[in-house]
């Protein structure tokens, strides 16, 4: 699995240079408390969804399976966020939108035209590991925007949906800081980040060739 989720975060396929996914990123990454639950929203419907899809793959019609599986990965997300629902309302009306995103995350990176010779073990495992690694970069985006932008830091629970381990809220904070809170600072964030990823990928293809 380990192996597997590195070769996914350092891989175009990431939903990181997706533009499918930069709103889901974008947008859960804001609290902490945000991108923990969208971090399991993305585990359960890409582990579920690609376990359901392999199990009806022998009656899976070839024509129109792809509407097929944006109907499972919906239904899954739904039953999410039905569960969310009694842990936490005001959380799930928050992150309603959110997590609705994160099926159409789950079909753009699931090989569907490629089912038929897919191993399902094999895939299954693959899903599972690009969850685990795009909810890990979620979670790292909003471990720097919210403690620097809103100088705070969340955690899912209570009754407003999530309890604040800190809050500054004396602190007007420093600008070029504050800034990350807002979807532009998060836009250069992630630019940030994916120069560095492609930084990173060039320096290992440099030392396989020497």
């Not at 408390?33 to 582990?47: D, E, H, N, T």
């Not at 109907?71 to 928050?94: D, G, K, Y």
């Not at 955690?155 to 800081?177: H, Y």
């Not at 994916?194 to 293809?205: C, N």
């Amino acid at each position: 699995m380990t192996k597997n989720a590195l070769q996914i975060f350092f891989n175009t396929r990431n939903p990181l240079f997706t533009l499918m996914c930069m709103g889901l990123l974008l947008l859960s990454s804001s609290r902490l408390s945000f991108a923990i639950v969208i971090a399991a929203a993305l585990v359960w419907v890409y582990a579920l969804t690609s376990l359901a899809v392999f199990a009806a793959r022998p009656v899976l019609p070839r024509e129109g399976r792809g509407i097929i599986v944006v109907f499972l990965s919906s239904l899954i997300a739904f039953f999410f966020l039905f569960i969310l629902w009694f842990i936490s309302p005001l959380l799930t009306i928050e992150l309603l939108y959110v997590t609705l995103l994160v099926p159409a995350c789950f079909i753009g990176t699931f090989p569907l035209g490629k089912l038929d010779s897919l191993n399902a073990s094999e895939t299954v495992s693959d899903m599972v590991g690009q969850a685990c690694v795009t909810g890990g970069v979620i979670i790292a985006l909003s471990l720097i925007r919210e403690p620097l932008g809103f100088m705070s830091l969340s955690f899912p629970g209570g009754a407003q949906g999530f309890i604040e381990l800190f809050n500054v809220s004396n602190a007007t904070g420093f600008f070029p800081l504050r800034i990350l809170a807002v979807t532009s600072g998060a836009l250069l964030l992630v630019g940030y980040m994916a120069a560095l990823f492609y930084t990173i990928i060039k320096h290992l293809k440099r030392r396989r060739t020497i």
